[in-house]
């Protein structure tokens, strides 16, 4: 049992750690084909590895079980358009040097899906998580009220995205890698509207005469898929409670290259918001210590 404890805990915690490292640098480093471009090539590529890893461990019986009850796709098309703002979002916070607002996003996300989990399932809070949601909800009034343009909004968007995405998917019991493929594939349409109108206006960098560069840019789907099958796994051997602490990685990391590496600009306003947000996760995490 400690032995698949500890894997699943290695195993979400790297998952956290390319989500938070890996992930930032690759995607910032090929933001130079634009922002739109990319959007696009990740929602392309994802699917693509997506169908491959479903040939892999054969789990086309899993996708039509699912794809069988309207119930199902209805939730999966509202997830699908959610995951598509959160990465959106993401990617043009990455690419207008906002890393810092990006990973705001993520160090509240867990605590916003907290509260939605209060609102929508009825489930219970304690007087630490509401302290946390408070502190949050403090933190962005506080923005608002001294400095209305430092307000993440970029982080705003991914943290409620992601936090309404959490929620759809708690609706529905399906795997997150099936769902995903689903997801995905109720974008892709769009995707390859979007990628067509690129390629004849001849703003696209993914081109057959460009090999090394069309690897490079499909890279987008694994970069994407990888972390995820990781942390999903690290979540099935050692629960949502450890796991939900190791999470914390991926922001921290985004922070730390957003400021040391990326020499993004971070005001004094911003510092006493993230002062309320880290002690709102400090009271969380201890929480989750405590209840797990």
């Known amino acids: 049992m400690n032995n698949e404890f500890n894997k699943g805990l290695a195993l979400a915690g790297f998952g956290s750690f390319w989500w938070g490292f890996f992930g930032v640098i690759y995607f910032k480093y090929i933001t130079f084909i634009g922002h739109i471009e990319l959007v696009v090539h990740r929602c392309l590529w994802t699917t693509l590895t997506l169908i491959i ?23 999966l098309f509202f997830s699908g358009l959610l995951i598509f703002t959160n990465w959106a979002a993401w990617i043009y916070a990455i690419a207008t040097n906002r890393i810092i607002d990006a990973s705001f996003g993520y160090f509240i996300m867990p ?48 943290a409620i995205s992601w936090a309404l995405y959490n929620l759809i998917r708690k609706k529905i019991n399906v795997d997150t890698d099936v769902g995903l493929l689903i997801e995905s594939i109720f974008i ?76 993004e600009i971070f005001t004094i306003d911003k510092l006493v918001s993230f002062i309320f947000i880290w002690i709102a996760v400090i009271i969380y995490l201890k929480d989750l210590h405590e209840t797990n």
């Open 53 to 75: 890893t479903t040939f892999l461990f054969s789990k086309w019986h899993v996708f039509f079980k699912i794809i069988k009850i309207k119930k199902n796709l209805a939730y």
């Open 188 to 263: 892709l349409p769009f995707a390859i509207i979007a990628f067509y109108l690129i390629t004849i206006n001849g703003f696209n960098d993914f081109k057959l005469s460009d090999p090394p560069m069309m690897l490079f840019i499909f890279l987008a789907g694994p970069m994407t898929v990888i972390p995820l099958f990781l942390y999903v796994r690290g979540v099935e051997l050692c629960g949502l409670g450890a796991t939900g602490m190791i999470f914390y990685i991926t922001p921290t990391l985004q922070f730390l290259l957003g400021f040391f590496y990326y020499d």
């Open 111 to 158: 605590i916003l899906s907290v509260m939605l989990g209060f609102l929508f399932f009825k489930e219970v809070l304690n007087k630490k998580r509401i302290f946390s949601i408070f502190l949050v909800i403090s933190s962005i009034l506080y923005l608002i009220i001294m400095s209305y343009q430092s307000l993440p909004w970029i982080g705003l968007i991914v």
